[in-house]
T-cell receptor
Framework: SQLAEENSWALSVHEGESVTVNCSYKTSITALQWYRQKSGKGPAQLILIRSNEREKRNGRLRATLDTSSQSSSLSITATRCEDTAVYFCATAPSSGSWQLIFGSGTQLTVMP | DPKIIQKPKYLVAVTGSEKILICEQYLGHNAMYWYRQSAKKPLEFMFSYSYQKLMDNQTASSRFQPQSSKKNHLDLQITALKPDDSATYFC?????????FGPGTRLLVL
């Protein structure tokens, strides 16, 4: 079973709109990471949010973390066509673990 | 310039054969990883290496063998290939918490 899982298979918005991708996880974590994967490319990290943080920003991206409900969200404002990608949340199964466990991902399509 | 190089980009193999996937990173990282992504499953962790030593192995099959000849190299040898091995294999490296992924090798086993 997945340690972390996005809550939607696919989302679509029009350019300029905002969108939020949600993720839930099953175990205690030290950090949760959001990655983006564009078609034909490897995943690229967007934001890492630690368990003692509630919010983290990176330009148009904003991640939140709620350890009480074991959930996280990634919001993108002023979306652009180039934001079209699969968005993953990922966690490590334990502190100091070398592996990342990814959710199944949410396909975001931004239409002109 | 690409910082993580994976070769080849595409690979077609016949069932039962052996292939080696190449990975080189030029980020100066000490930790390297292999992940697999197939149509049926999410991105799956396979191996992690640190300073050329195996740290974690989540691959049940011994047909998958990582090989680290240099600090910035982590190749993946796959023997007795099966159609189920068809997937995109990603190499990654890290210094701390952020893992940087290569472009992947897309393997098709016929």
């Amino acid at each position: 079973s997945q340690l972390a899982e996005e809550n939607s298979w696919a989302l679509s918005v029009h350019e300029g709109e905002s969108v939020t991708v949600n993720c839930s996880y099953k175990t205690s974590i030290t950090a949760l990471q959001w990655y983006r994967q564009k078609s034909g490319k490897g995943p690229a990290q967007l934001i890492l949010i630690r368990s003692n943080e509630r919010e983290k920003r990176n330009g148009r991206l904003r991640a939140t973390l709620d350890t009480s409900s074991q959930s996280s969200s990634l919001s993108i404002t002023a979306t652009r066509c180039e934001d079209t990608a699969v968005y993953f949340c990922a966690t490590a199964p334990s502190s100091g673990s070398w592996q990342l466990i990814f959710g199944s991902g949410t396909q975001l399509t931004v239409m002109p | 310039d690409p910082k993580i190089i994976q070769k080849p980009k595409y690979l077609v193999a016949v069932t039962g054969s052996e292939k080696i996937l190449i990975c080189e990173q030029y980020l100066g990282h000490n930790a390297m990883y292999w992940y697999r992504q197939s149509a049926k499953k999410p991105l799956e962790f396979m191996f992690s290496y640190s300073y050329q030593k195996l740290m974690d192995n989540q691959t049940a099959s011994s047909r998958f063998q990582p090989q680290s000849s240099k600090k910035n190299h982590l190749d993946l040898q796959i023997t007795a290939l099966k159609p189920d091995d068809s997937a995109t294999y990603f190499c990654a490296s890290s210094q701390e918490d952020t893992q940087y992924f290569g472009p992947g090798t897309r393997l098709l086993v016929l």
